[in-house]
């Protein structure tokens, strides 16, 4: 909902669109707060080649629009540095990480997050 809501709006509605939903979701409906974001950083530009790339399946509405992608975006990385969401980056070096290699920082930050409980896999 953050995200793609909040990317069809600008300025000053979407930040208090933003605001009416965290408001909404923690506050008034009492949903519990997330102790941590993972938040998965895949630029357009590289999930769009994925999604061309992929076999047996065709883009959605969403997927098939080049901007809107581009502002759901930039709205997620407006996201991810004001809720303090923790950012992976699924691109190094101009290439698309591996699934093991973003796995294992996943991984790693989970086993951070719960303190070292969880078990080796």
Request: aromatic residues 10%; proline residues 4%.
């Amino acid at each position: 909902n953050a995200i793609h809501q909040a990317a069809k709006l600008i300025g000053s509605e979407q930040d208090a669109y933003l605001r009416w939903l965290y408001d909404f979701e923690y506050h008034l409906l009492g949903l519990p707060v997330p102790d941590a974001v993972l938040f998965l950083d895949m630029p357009p530009l590289y999930e769009l080649e994925l999604l061309r790339n992929r076999k047996g399946k065709t883009e959605d509405i969403h997927e098939s629009d080049e901007s809107y992608l581009e502002k759901c975006y930039e709205t997620a990385l407006k996201v991810c540095e004001s809720w303090k969401w923790t950012r992976i980056s699924c691109v190094k070096n101009g290439t698309i990480r591996t699934i093991e290699d973003i796995e294992k920082e996943i991984l790693k930050l989970t086993k951070q997050l719960l303190g070292g409980n969880l078990p080796n896999a």
